[in-house]
């Protein structure tokens, strides 16, 4: 199975502040690469697909990089609402994910 | 849009089986490619199984290979998934979720159905 490692595994933030996520995988995945949303009680939500591609509706201050084994998912001015926990997932293979990354204010 | 409803909170006993459902509408089951997610109290999201429209098969993830069967009923445009030998460690909310084309980027999520083990 492709491991993927994502961090930091909690974070905390001021509203407006630039937010930056991590994952890293345990080998080369092309962009096969999603970023999902979770809020506490829900189901996980998909933000971003193709490791840069924003999903239809998702706000514009949500985004996502990178190729290959690094990717980053950047949120450029923290809002009240984006308060989750959010998870990478790859599918070059059989779909695994992140570990999760909790987002909390600051 | 793609609207998935499960079926309602279980608890079952060590050793039983559990059959969970999921109910599509706004499309028909054989247009989408229904895949199991589960995720245990506090933990990550875990991929159990789907189904992968390039070779027209279900492939299961190999932690739950004999353990789990997802099946599907075009009829009613109602997808299962039964996990059977229950421990106490599948105790957990499972997710059905529809994987957009022959991706397994998942776009549409039902709402979850927890399943608790315990004697």
């Known amino acids: 199975d492709i491991q993927m490692t994502q961090s930091p595994s909690s974070l905390s933030a001021s509203v407006g502040d630039r937010v930056t996520i991590t994952c890293q995988a345990s080998q080369d995945i092309s962009n096969y690469l999603n970023w999902y949303q979770q809020k506490p009680g829900k189901a996980p939500k998909l933000l971003i697909y193709?490791?840069?591609n924003l999903e239809t509706g998702v706000p514009s201050r949500f985004s996502g990089s990178g190729s290959g084994t690094d990717f980053t998912f950047t949120i450029s001015s923290l809002q009240p609402e984006d308060i989750a926990t959010y998870y990478c997932?790859?599918?070059?293979?059989?779909?695994?994910f992140g570990q999760g990354t909790r987002l909390e204010i600051k | 849009q793609v609207q998935l409803v499960q079926s309602g909170a279980e608890v079952k006993k060590p050793g039983a089986s559990v059959k969970v459902s999921c109910k599509v509408s706004g499309y028909t089951l054989t247009e989408l490619s229904m895949h199991w997610v589960r995720q245990a109290p506090g933990k990550g999201l875990e991929w159990m199984g789907g189904f992968d429209p390039e070779d027209g098969e279900t492939i299961y993830a190999q932690k739950f290979q004999g353990r789990v069967t997802m099946t599907e009923d075009t009829s009613t445009d109602t997808a299962y998934m039964e996990l059977s030998s229950l421990r106490s460690e599948d105790t957990a909310v499972y997710y059905c979720?529809?994987?957009?084309?022959?991706?397994?980027?998942?776009?549409?999520w039902g709402q979850g159905t927890l399943v608790t083990v315990s004697s």
């Open positions: 997932q790859q599918y070059d293979n059989l779909p695994t």
């Open positions: 979720a529809t994987a957009r084309g022959s991706s397994r980027t998942f776009d549409y």
């Open positions: 193709d490791a840069s």
